[in-house]
């Protein structure tokens, strides 16, 4: 079982790993005349997700969270695994988000560079579907979190 502390930790560490790519992605699109549909989308997916990183890292720290994951056994044993996997799936898209920006590298107004998006467009639709997946995931296991509380 993860301490709630260092699962806290993690968490706001994967608000700040969010909030770059956010950015990386958002200078990206901004520096397309028209930004691509698909990277205002995936910028909006991660900032949904950063959102509820952050009420997570809330919770985790609440008093009442810590002494229910502290229980031996935990009640909400599959809870945490479910919120553990999720966090550590969303780690691993942000890691490849970064790699598949510093692919294409800067994008300008040239069609060659667009033509380098265009390229990785599928890559990163499929990048935002898996984090809305880990969002959907995620907002379900803050539900039962919370219902454990009561």
Known sequence: MADP?????????????AQKVGELLYAFGSSMVNAVDSVTKL?????????VFRV???L?????TQDIIRLPPSPVQPVIETLLTSVTGCVLIFSELENLLDEVG???TSVWDKAKWATREGAAKELQAHLERHKA???????ALNI???
């Not at 502390?5 to 790993?17: C, D, N, Q, R, T």
């Not at 910028?43 to 950063?50: A, G, K, L, P, W």
């Not at 995931?137 to 539900?143: P, V």
Request: without cysteine; hydrophobic residues 50%; charged residues 15%.
């Open 56 to 58: 997570l890292g809330a």
């Open 148 to 150: 454990a509380q009561r």
């Open 106 to 108: 800067d994008v300008n």
């Open 43 to 51: 910028n909006h997916e991660i900032e949904s997700i950063t959102a």
């Open 5 to 17: 502390i260092s699962f806290g930790a993690s968490v706001l560490g994967l608000v700040g790993a």
């Open 137 to 143: 995931t995620l907002n379900l296991a803050l539900s």
């Open 60 to 64: 985790v720290f609440q008093k009442e």
